[in-house]
């Protein structure tokens, strides 16, 4: 690849653009996952003369905090509008990493707090009563919980407040 070059203290120079197979190796993605980062406005790409995607190396960071954030179940709504705030597109670094993790810090703790009051109550009983008749009077007296609404009322981990959509009429967090 021939194009604009950087120089390293090392005085060994380096590719300032990255084609999209080179970006996928080092950063541990499919090359169809960098197509539809790109087309979900995670990251952005520059076209060279012939058509072909290429990708400050910078791009690198900004797909590793892509990463992180779905591991741990951050939906790609939020992670895109988090990455939006940050001035001119740039690339998180440090301090961007901290306000952005702090931010996702209490959906977190909220959904882990509801995964563990799923996990205690799941032996008991599937929220709604049918499988345990003999109990249900003390989950669901008079069939209150129908009132709440269809399906495993009790066990239904509630939408999480604040929390950003990717898409217009899809639930927040199913992304």
């Not at 009322?153 to 639930?171: C, F, Y």
């Amino acid at each position: 690849m021939s194009g604009p070059e950087v120089v390293t203290k090392s005085s060994s120079r380096i590719p300032a653009l990255l084609g999209v197979g080179a970006v996928a190796r080092r950063a541990g993605v499919k090359i169809s996952t960098l197509h539809f980062y790109e087309a979900e406005g995670l990251i952005v790409s520059e076209r060279s003369r012939g058509n072909q995607r290429r990708f400050r190396r910078d791009v690198l960071r900004r797909i590793a905090v892509i990463r992180i954030a779905q591991a741990v179940g951050i939906p790609l709504g939020e992670i895109r509008a988090r990455l939006a705030e940050l001035p001119g597109g740039q690339t998180p670094d440090a301090r961007d990493w901290a306000r952005m993790s702090a931010a996702w810090r209490e959906n977190l703790d909220a959904r882990i707090a509801a995964l563990h009051q799923l996990r205690d109550q799941l032996q008991s009983c599937i929220g709604c009563g049918c499988l345990s008749v003999d109990r249900c009077a003390l989950y669901n007296p008079q069939d209150r919980l129908s009132a709440k609404g269809q399906g495993p009322r009790l066990l239904i981990v509630p939408e999480v407040p604040g929390q950003v959509s990717s898409k217009p009429g899809r639930t927040p967090g199913r992304d």
